[in-house]
Structures are given as C-alpha cells and as structure tokens.
C-alpha cells in the first residue's frame, strides 16, 4: 500500500490547542502500557500484544517477563507465526534461523548462514518490562533508553503494598482517546441509569447537575503521575429528566446516605481513577491502551486496600461474583457501547472541529491540554512497517 | 481515516465540459429527494435513510412526517442506535439525553446537565419534507433556507391529481450517475430481448435502430423541472442482430401495432420518465437516490391517470399481478445488473476520461451538460463528518 | 475511488539503486507471462485470467488461442460476466451488443446501433498468444507491437523438443517479486528441514553454509533470456544448527552421495530454475505471475529430457505420484507460506528501506538491479481502469 499520513496535515495544522493530543490517534510513546495479567504469562508461556500498532512478543522466563518486537530483522516476517525456542533464554526465527536472546535482543545465531558477521552485531527490539499488581507492564520508548519509574505512569496508590487488584480486559472498537474522554465525561449518567449495579448496591445516580466548571485538580509536576482530577462538587443534583416540565426518566434514588462525593480523575498515558466505584472502599483502575487506530485494549481492574489475607480472599470473591458481573457488565459495558457508536464520528478526523462540546464537557478539553502539554513522543507510522 | 476528496483534484480540472457531473460522486444538493415510501412510515414510526451520505431520520407525528439529521450535535453519536422518544414530538440522545424538537431541530432539554447554556439556543440539523403520491420526499440543503416548490424537482404530470402511483424500492450497487444514464441510453435494447415482459404485453422491441443524433428536446427554464426528451424519432428499426450477414439473435416483433413510440425523458436531480412503459396508459417513473458514492437507492413508481376509484383499484391490482413481476423483476432488474456491472469501471474516476461513448450516446452527454449547467450545490464530503 | 499511486512519489524518489523494480509493484510490461495451462482452454472454451490487474479472456478458435481485454470498449463493463460467442470467432457484449472478433479485436457489429460509424473503426484489446510445453502465454505489452521471440522470457532449455513439462498453479497472497526473491535466497533452508522430499529422495540438505558472496554468473547480453545463476559452490556446509554450542536442530545428510551441487538461477520477467529439484534429472520452473498488488499465480512446473515417449509417460507417472505430493504439497509449499508472511512486511512501501538483508543475501540485490537495467516497462495504473 501507499503511505498515508495518520492525520493530515492541512488538518492537522489547523488544530492550534492541542495539536499533540488530535495527533495522537496511536498515542503517546516513552510511556509504560498495560500488555496482559500476569496469570496469562505462565512460565515458558509465549503472549503476542499489538500495542499502538507494534506487535510485541512476550515470555516469561524463570519467573521474569521479557519483551521483543515480533519482527525479524532480517526479512520482517512475524516471528509469532511459528514460535520456535530451541533453547530457554532464546527465540528463532522459523524462516531462516535467526536466533535472538529474549534478554537483550541479541542476534546470536543464524542457522542459515553460521558464519554470518552480522551475528553478534545486530538486535531484535527490545522493550524494558515491569509486573505489578498482577499486570505486566511494557515500556514502549527509544531503544535503550531508561525509562522513567513504573509509578509515574500508574495513578496514585495504585501500587501501594496493600492495593489488591482483579479485573479483565476487553477488546473496544474505538479510538484508545474516548477512553479517558468517556470517563471524565460528568453528564452521561443518562445512560447508565438502569444499570443492576445501582440497585444492588442501593448507591443513588441522579442523572444530572448543575455546571461545575474549572472545579478540578491538576496534577502536573515534574516528577510522579500527572492527571486530572474532579472531585464531584456539584451544588445541586438532578434525580428527574424533564421535558416540558414532564418527568419522563427517572435516576436511581435511595437518598442521600449513598450519593457520595466519589472522586474521579484520569492518568497521562491513559487511565481512569474512580475511588468508590463500584462501591465504598473499591477504587476502579481502568487502563485504556491502543492496538490500532480503531482498536484498544481495556483493561477493566478494581483494587480494594486489605489488610490481611482474609480480607484480599474475601475481595477476590466479591470480585468475581459481583463486580465483574455487575459493574464490569453491567455497567462500565455500556460506557464500551458509547465509546464504540463515538468511534463512527470520530474516525473522521474533520469531525475534532465540528464536535459539538458544552460548558460542562470543560474536563475533557483540559484533559486534552494535558497530554498535549506533558506528553512525551507521539506514535507516528514510521515505527509501522 | 485521513480525509480523501471525492475525486482527483487533477482530474476535477482535467474535465472541462462537464465538471460539476463529474464531481457530483454524492449527487447535488438544495434538491428534493425521495426518502420512502409513505406507507412505510406509520404514526409514531421513525425509518431511517442515508441520502448522499448523510443519515437522516424521519418520523411521523400527528400525520405529517419530520426529519432531522441522524447525529447528536454534541458528541456525534447516532441517535438512531437506540431510539428514544419520550414524548411524541421529542427525541433524546441515547448518551447524554440531549432532546430534540423534530418539528424545529431545538435543543429543548438536556438530561446530564439540566441547566446548560446550549438549552434554547443550539440545534440539530433539519430538513423540509413533503408527501405526495405515496412517496415522501426531503429537501436536502441549506439549512434554513425556503426550498422550491417540489414540483420543480419531479417530472410534468407525475403530481397531477388523477396520477395514481405504486411502486417499490431496491438498494442498487452503483453510483447514482448510472441510474439516469442508463435511462437515456437508446442503443442497450440487446439486454432486454428475452425479457418476459414482451410476451405478456405482445409488445414489440427492435435490438436496434438508425441513429437519431440531435433529436431530443431541453426543457430548462427558469422555474419548473429540468429536464431532457428524446420521442424516439427513429426512420428505421432492426430487429435482427447480424454478425457477417447471419442472424445471431433476434428482437420481439409482433407487428406495427405495438410498435408505438414511447417518450422518454430524464428530470434534475435524478428522475426517468418513460410514457408508455410497460404498456400504453402506464408510465414509468423511476428515482435514482444517491446513498454513497457506490450505492444508490432505486424508486421504482408506475404512474395511470385513473378516472375514479374503479380504475384506481384496478391499476393496483394490475400493478402487484402484472407490473411488479413482469416490468420490475422480469425487465428493470436487467438495467440493474447492467449499472452494477458498469460501477466496476466507473467507480476509477479515470475511466470518466476513457469511455467508449459513441455517436448515438448524445443524449448521456446533453444530460451531463444539463445537470452541470443548471446544478445548485455539489454535494461535498465537508457535510460527511 | 480517488487515485493513489501505487508507490508514493516521495519513496519513489528516495530509492536511487534500484528504482524501477521498487515500482514494479504490478509487475513489468512488455514481456510473455503464463496465463494458464493448455488443457484448461478445450476448443471453445473460454478463460478469464488477471495479469499485472489487467482482465484478459482467452478462447481456442479452431485449435489456436486468442487473447482480448475483459473489458468493452463501450461503457466498459466485463464480458466475461456474461460471455456470448453468437458465432465461433466473435464475442459480444451483453449489454449493447459490441461485437469482437477474437482474432484482431475488430468492433465488426453493434446490435443496438447496426449503423454505427464506429463499426470496423474501432478496436477492442487483443494480447499476442503463444503456446508451448502446454503452458499458454500473453505478451502484455504496446497494441500492435511485435512481441520479441518467446524464447527470451523463458529459461535456457525450457524450451527444448524433448523437455517433458508437468505442473499445477497455485494463488499467493503475496507480491510476485518476493517469489523470485525466495527462489534466490541461499540461506532459508532451515524452513525446509522437515520436509517429507528429503527422506524420500534420499537426499541431503544443510541448514547453513559459509558465504558465496560474489560468487554468481549474470546472463545479460542483447539477445535471448536474462537472468542470474548461482552454482552453490559453498566452500563449507553445515548440518547442525547451534546455539550457545548446544546442537538445536539437524539438517538432513545422507553423506556426500547426494550433497549434489544443484544450479538455481532467475530469470526475467519472473521464473526461477533449479537443475536437479526435486531429484536427479528434474528442473524446477516456477513462474511468478502478477495478478495484483497483493497477488501472484505461482505455476509450478518440472521438466524433464525424455528420449521417448515411455520414458514421457514415465515422467508423468513419477510427478503425480511422487512430485506432486512430495515437493510441490510437501516442499515448495513451505515457501509459499514464507511469501505470504512476507507479504505482512512488504506491503508497506517502507519496508524496502528498513528490510536487514545480510550478506549472504547479495543474490537479492543483484536480481533488483538486473530487473531495474534491463527491465522495459512498469507496469502503472493508468492501464487498470
């Protein structure tokens, strides 16, 4: 095929505020993303990930996880399309034998040309790994280059000791950026108002407020995460939708021992914070990494601070019987279903301009200043071959 | 996706004669379309069409029909994913409970922020829409704007009062153009010759005839539809097909009787109207919808002067016995797989460059330079987002 | 659709050594290319075969075979979906009734318009036809220009009376330039160390060698075919493929009886040979023809020298029962899957700067420019309306 550019560029020029973020439409390098669980990584184990468009291979070996590009370097053919590790430490290529350690990368035989000099010289990809709370983390930035500290990447307490964390992951048909924009998103309730989860958990949901704009944290250092954060502090809420003065929908009421201020703020590169979501003292994680252009990866986690072993079991249970069906399908699935219906506007790059935004969607366009602001590298095609 | 023009802007140039047509890909717009058939649109009942790209949902309410555009203002969403209609002549966005007027296209409420600005004063786009003869058809242009009468976009005596219509729809897989170029076209009898609609009506059918260059008549004044005639003013017919003196196929002929000339017209936008078609008394009028650049939506509508409600019923009842069988699937579906055919050449703009035409193809030509000449708005992928 | 290059200009530009073949992405005009086998086309039948995206029908008329354009000249649509030969030397259109004879591509009637001017003015395209070793071949080059002699685009020794010719054809979804590219690597034996070929021939096959750069003979003279040939004279052989010193894989060696020296060479526009493949006696010809971007019909052919016709049909025998399965099925089929795996790669233009070719692959590099100096010209799109 012919190379076309992500964006164009007449657009893209155009785009004066925050020009990064409307470029980003595979994300940001230099950044840690999630790529699996760690329980999908058992010793041995091969995992292939697209990750903003690079197909990266996985393995773990003697309980270390390590990452290379599943790419040959010699005639670019996927190396995943017929796994060949002769030995432990090493991969081949199931084409000519080039043979390259997981470690570093290094090209250190060629089975079809023994005395090669490029053996010993020449690299496969590599990408620096992290485990943490039951994810594995890659690092997607120059090659050899140090990274910055896992914890400048993730939102805050979410790697403290006593963090325990379940989840999925889902495949979503959108762009990787209605991730965070639907989660900062405060007037969407609407949709979410017959949800099973509300009724389970008695938690009220009224379905409107009044405007809160520039009520909101940033978190923009030079060192640690950087984020957005809202911390709901609505005057007024709204139960009843009306039309004409008719009520004609109605939010999930249960009075005000449950409407709560839960905070909710989001993480360059790209992930949700909810603390008190799905319920007291649960804190939704949710990580939204890019495949493609119309594909990312959602991992859906939840982390609940316990003290003890009984109280992590007793988590882990109440994860699988009641969040996972209630507040993974039963709720955060609808948030996928508008993410994914966006995504038919949105892929059309002209549609940045004429997005009809109101006063209370000013979260999002700060959130798209941020990234614009701090973001590191944008992904471009070149790295696409 | 990156932003592609509908066509080549050095081809655009390259095509002097008849530019506007061959940029038009999406048809021209300020005209009025037909959107379906009335009958499909029960009180209460919301279809929903793409007329040159453009989703557009339609609903009756209170017997008239209203029309807006399928796309919440805010964040692009399709209202059509999941329609809500809470009162009778509202309908709110499935995400944010953004609510609409049908009648005015107001934004009269907003669920998630009930207190927002943009309330009384944005939007959705509309679209004026008017009945007639069963068929119910929306104008497509400048919001706001005052359209013409739609008798200047229906061919004469189509809306006379005794004109009775049935008919039916078929989505085609062509670009629009080829609709009413394959109904100019006089020379493409040869396809028809074993239609089993001859039989029925023990009509004649020449595979060929002299030529007839210059022989057509231009209706194109100011007010009133636009259009081309061609009486079919032929000295000579053949109804042998020969190769080196041998009679290869032959034409259906019984006789001078039927052998009557039927007129033949074509009408801006896109209307063909054949007099005489199927048989004598009835008249074809046959609409060419553009839907996207490969796709057109075909109207297919016989028209009879019926004196009273006897002759009505009866024209119905020959309609869904005779007509419909015999005129649409046993000799219009013909035309059908021939502009199908056709798109797998046309779609490559170049072939607009290269085309075979000969001297008995004039009136595609004049029809060309008609709708070039007398066309209001190209429609553009500026509208498309 | 709008048109798009088939290479962008801008890499186009960049690529200085071997520019021609960088665009020959459809392959090279000009020369004879395998359409199909002689026994697919009976007396009477019909073909329709796509060559560098060109449609082309064949028909045998009276034993020898005609080539046209799938395409009338009229309004373009394709003949062959609906293919009517009223007499044994003509083809007419469907729709219009354009007739062609098959023999000079002469528009000799026109159903729909008996008196046409454009009656034996006008031309349909026809292709040169030449007929050999039961392999059908069109020159696809300049209307009426006289193809050069087959015997320059095929293989020494093709074409000798008593070579015995025998094959199948197979669809690959790659571009026709990695198969000659496969044909000439040296070093991809290690895919290959499984198959069944081996065992049955008895013969031995290394995984690896030492370097024979330089070591090749170019056949580039004025007259006759063009191509390159190497002689395998590998100073070394290697049997084990090794990592860190630990033996991982084995080649198969049944000693030096059958470590024969077997020649490979490539020759223009695209068939690769190899003497002594898959046995002693046997030559591999396997022709690479372009079908699109993304296509090639790979018609892989052995030939053999017989001196009589028991020894033919002792040929034919051996290649249904032993050939087929085993090195067609159980051998070349391997690289077949290689070239479809490098199709993931190549496709994208970028790739022919990134690709890390090592050393040993300077027969790549050298049949690029071969193709590049005496190629004659690139296929473009301005044909594939």
């Not at 009520?247 to 999930?252: F, I, S």
């Not at 990494?289 to 003890?308: L, M």
């Not at 988590?315 to 948030?335: C, K, M, N, V």
Request: charged share 25%; net charge negative.
């Amino acid at each position: 095929m012919a190379t076309q550019p992500l964006v164009d560029p007449e657009l893209l020029q155009r785009k004066t505020s925050w020009q990064p973020y409307f470029a980003a439409k595979l994300g940001f390098r230099d950044h840690w993303y999630v790529a699996c669980f760690s329980h999908e990584l058992g010793e041995g184990a091969v995992v292939l990930r697209q990750i903003m468009g690079e197909g990266i291979l996985l393995r773990r070996i003697d309980g270390a996880v390590y990452a290379i590009r599943d790419r040959c370097i010699h005639r670019g053919v996927r190396l995943s399309e017929k796994v060949e590790c002769h030995t432990a430490d090493t991969i081949s290529c199931w084409y000519h034998g080039f043979t390259f350690r997981w470690a570093t990368g290094d090209l250190c035989a060629v089975f079809g040309a023994p005395e090669s000099t490029a053996i010993g010289k020449k690299k496969i990809e590599t990408y620096p790994v992290s485990e943490a709370k039951g994810l594995v983390f890659v690092y997607i930035g120059e090659q050899g280059a140090t990274p910055p500290p896992l914890a400048h990447d993730c939102p805050p307490n979410f790697l403290d000791d006593d963090n325990v964390v379940e989840g999925e992951a889902r495949m979503v048909a959108s762009n990787w950026r209605l991730g965070p924009e639907g989660g900062l998103d405060e007037i969407h309730r609407y949709l979410h108002r017959e949800s099973p989860l509300l009724l389970n958990i008695q938690g009220s949901m009224p379905l409107g407020h009044t405007a809160m704009r520039g009520q909101f944290e940033l978190i923009d250092g030079e060192d640690g995460p950087r984020g957005i954060i809202d911390r709901f502090k609505a005057e007024k809420m709204f139960f009843d939708a009306e039309i004409d003065g008719v009520t004609v929908a109605k939010g999930v009421n249960f009075g005000a021992a449950k409407r709560r201020a839960v905070y909710s703020s989001c993480w360059m590169p790209a992930c949700l914070k909810v603390e008190g979501f799905p319920d007291d003292g649960v804190t939704l994680f949710e990580w939204y990494v890019p495949v493609d252009e119309t594909t990312h990866r959602c991992f859906i986690t939840f982390g609940k601070h316990c003290a003890d072993a009984a109280g992590e079991a007793a988590f882990r249970r109440e994860y699988h019987t009641r969040w996972l069906p209630l507040a993974i399908d039963g709720f955060l699935s609808q948030d996928i279903m508008a993410r994914e219906s966006s995504q038919h506007y949105y892929q059309n790059d002209r549609a940045w301009f004429e997005e009809g935004l109101i006063g209370e969607d000013f979260m999002l366009i700060e959130w798209r200043k941020l990234c614009s602001r701090r973001q590191r590298t944008v992904q471009s095609l070149d790295r696409l071959l």
